[in-house]
């Protein structure tokens, strides 16, 4: 039996990467929202789609009026901060400015569904070529988690304790079926960014979207179901769970319209 000689000359192998350190070059530090939300993820592929595709330097973003309000400080894009819910308008004025490049909206249920369904509406039956990010959390969570037109049934909110009822508050606004009936718009899907494969997908559907725009086939819509723990008042740890109980069985998954037809 011979004794073990440790190579000592042999150099130590490098520590271990932090799945932190391996974030875009678009994203300039940390975020400083809340723990368990969703958003800084779908802000990450995002960002990362925008890197694959080689669009960064055409790439102009309009945001909306939320907790994501603070990415500008973070993103290395071009990106402006326009009125509560009128970010597809702006989009749009920037587009026919400038329809070389390649234009975005990222804005809440909030924003785009509470304040500015006209504007995404309309700016869909005009094919207007832009690409519009929804981040759905059905609460406005920038002003204290209050109930959204996309609040599901049941959902507690800061102006719904007991749970949204529909006799009193109405019925969630499924607004990216109503985009995809129209026929101006050129790509719609859902994703959500709850889970290692739905990551994936979305960031799938945000390729297409913008893919969709490169090609000139009017307004693409990519719907984000986002987790908000705060806004739902549950742990951090839970979001994604709840999510999956009660908000995906209002907002299936997948692609609703693609290349002008339904997907």
Aim: proline share 7%; hydrophobic share 40%; net charge negative.
């Amino acid at each position: 039996m011979t004794d073990l000689v440790l190579d000592t000359s042999a150099p130590p192998p490098p520590p271990a990467a932090k799945v932190a350190d391996a974030h875009p070059d678009l994203i300039l530090g940390a975020h400083s929202l809340c723990p368990g939300c969703g958003e800084p993820v779908a802000l990450r592929i995002l960002l990362e789609t925008l890197q694959d595709l080689g669009i960064v330097d055409r790439s102009i973003g309009v945001v909306g009026h939320g907790c994501y309000g603070s990415f500008v400080r973070i993103m290395d894009v071009d990106v402006l901060q326009c009125l509560h819910g009128r970010a597809p308008s702006c989009a749009t004025g920037i587009k026919r400015v400038r329809p070389d490049a390649v234009v975005f909206t990222l804005q809440g249920d909030g924003d785009m569904v509470n304040e500015g369904l006209q504007e995404v509406l309309h700016s869909a039956a005009r094919a207007e070529n832009i690409t519009c990010i929804l981040l759905n959390n059905g609460v406005f969570g920038d002003t204290g988690g209050q109930a959204t037109t996309t609040t599901v049934i049941g959902q507690r909110t800061k102006t719904s304790l007991d749970g949204r009822d529909p006799d009193l508050h109405g019925y969630p606004i499924p607004v990216a079926e109503l985009v995809a009936s129209l026929q101006g718009s050129g790509y719609v899907a859902r994703g959500a960014v709850s889970s290692a494969g739905q990551i994936q997908a979305t960031k799938k559907m945000i390729r297409r979207a913008f893919e969709s725009q490169l090609a000139g086939q009017g307004l693409s819509l990519v719907e984000i179901v986002t987790m908000c723990p705060t806004g739902w008042f549950v742990p951090a740890a839970e979001g994604a769970n709840y999510q999956h109980e009660s908000m995906e069985p209002v907002y299936p998954m997948g692609e609703l319209k693609s290349a002008g037809g339904p997907a």
